[in-house]
């Protein structure tokens, strides 16, 4: 069975920083796709940044380019998203999403697997 738990949303100022974890389990996630999206109150899910199994290419939002980073583990079964310079924009509940094969990185609906979901506010 595959699981994605999501960790380390919170609670921070304009300009801080958070860093999201994504744990995966129940399969061998080296060569899926993992991204990352996001969903404000009234708006839909939108893209945030992905990173490909084979090869490591990053992929990102123009809204979060410059200041967010996703990177994988060793293992290749934990993704982060490391978040700088937050805007009270970036206030969503964020979501770990993965795929063996994902053709158009920024579409949710090519993922099959998602997480619960973590929480993230950032105040003015």
């Known amino acids: 069975q595959v699981q994605l738990v999501e960790s380390g949303g919170g609670l921070v100022q304009a300009g801080g920083s958070l860093r999201l974890s994504c744990a995966a389990s129940g399969r061998t996630f080296s060569n899926y796709v993992m991204g990352w999206f996001r969903q404000a109150p009234g708006k839909e899910r939108e893209f945030v940044a992905a990173i490909r199994g084979s090869g490591g290419s990053t992929y990102y939002a123009d809204s979060v380019k410059g200041r967010f980073t996703i990177s994988r583990g060793n293992a290749k079964n934990t993704v982060y998203l490391q978040m700088n310079s937050l805007k009270p924009e970036d206030t969503a509940v964020y979501y770990c999403?993965?795929?063996?094969?994902?053709?158009?990185?920024?579409?949710?609906?090519?993922?099959?697997?998602w997480g619960q979901g973590t929480q993230v506010t950032v105040s003015s």
């Open positions: 999403a993965a795929d063996p094969r994902v053709v158009r990185l920024s579409q949710a609906y090519e993922y099959d697997y």
